[in-house]
Every structure is written in structure tokens, then in C-alpha cells.
């Protein structure tokens, strides 16, 4: 998990720690409960406070926080992921650790599948143009790499599909 200075900006914390969550008056130090104004805290102390708040509001399921990367912190299960998988899926996000199956279900689809689907090959193109904007859109949205270079590549791979020069 990344330090609380690098993921909190500064005037987020006093927001934070004002905010009523919910179940705070049962569990003593979870932070929040409409902290007054006056209190003066350095940043430093609020940040300190933002993550205990943080942590109890996880123990509470209140809060769900996904790994950031693929570095065998969740036990047995993912080292042996990692072992028979890992060549196919540590690039992506732990979030989307499927989307290699998907991208191999892509291509595809796109040179064996259309052939299949009619004869006709204003249909064919325009299927494959549909499919290679939806992947578009979810690769632009979602940003499914761990590094951002990849991302970028991705993305101009999957531009140079849908927008072809003449």
C-alpha cells in the first residue's frame, strides 16, 4: 500500500476526519465523529488519524481496499497463481487479473470468428470495428496496467484497429 503522504492531499484530511461514518460512536479511536473546527492538528497527526480511521473502517467491511500489485502478501493462493500464471497476468492491475483471457478472446473473435459469422463484409467490418471500440473504451477507462507505459501502448494498438489511414 502506498504511504498516506503520497495517496491524501492535504485539504482532504480535515474533511475526512469531520465526516460522521458510520458506527464511529461504537468503536473508540476509528477517527471521525465530527471533529470540531478549532481542534489544531499538523497535517502530520491528521494523517496519522486518517489511517486509523481507515484501517478500522476496513476491519468493519466498510471499507474495501484492493491490492495495489502482484507481491504474494495474500498467502499461499496467489504465490501459487503467480507460479502457474504469472507470465500472463503480473503486467495487469490485481483488479484485472482476467484480462488476458479476455484479450486472447478479442483477438479471436476478430480473425477467426467474423469469418464465421456472415459473408458479408460490411458486417464483418463493421463487428470488428464495434469490438475494437469496446475494447477501446475499457482500455481507456479502466488503465488495466500496472505500468502506465503499457496503458499508453495499449491504447495506440488499439487506435491504430479502429482508425485505419486510406
Not at 14 to 21: A, G, I, T
Not at 80 to 94: K, M, T, W
Not at 151 to 159: E, M, P, Y
Request: aromatic share 8%; net charge negative; glycine share 8%.
Amino acid at each position: 500500500m502506498k504511504a498516506p503522504n503520497q495517496v491524501l492531499p492535504d485539504w482532504l484530511l480535515p474533511l475526512l476526519l469531520s465526516h460522521q461514518w458510520t458506527g464511529d460512536e461504537d468503536d473508540e479511536g476509528s477517527g471521525g465523529g465530527g471533529r470540531e473546527r478549532g481542534d489544531e492538528q499538523t497535517v502530520e497527526e491528521m494523517r496519522v488519524e486518517v489511517m486509523k480511521l481507515c484501517d478500522s473502517l476496513v476491519k468493519r467491511e466498510v471499507l474495501n481496499v484492493s491490492p495495489i500489485e502482484w507481491n504474494g502478501e495474500f498467502g499461499e493462493e496467489e504465490e501459487r497463481a503467480l507460479s502457474r500464471a504469472g507470465f500472463l497476468i503480473d503486467q495487469y492491475e490485481v483488479d484485472y487479473w482476467w484480462l488476458e483471457g479476455l484479450e486472447m478472446l478479442r483477438k479471436l473473435s476478430l480473425t477467426t470468428l467474423l469469418v464465421f459469422l456472415s459473408e458479408d463484409s460490411v458486417v464483418q467490418v463493421l463487428v470488428a470495428l464495434l469490438i475494437s471500440l469496446a475494447a477501446f473504451a475499457f482500455a481507456a477507462i479502466a488503465r488495466p496496467f500496472v505500468d502506465p507505459t503499457l496503458n499508453k501502448l495499449l491504447l495506440f494498438g488499439l487506435a491504430t484497429q479502429v482508425v485505419r489511414p486510406p
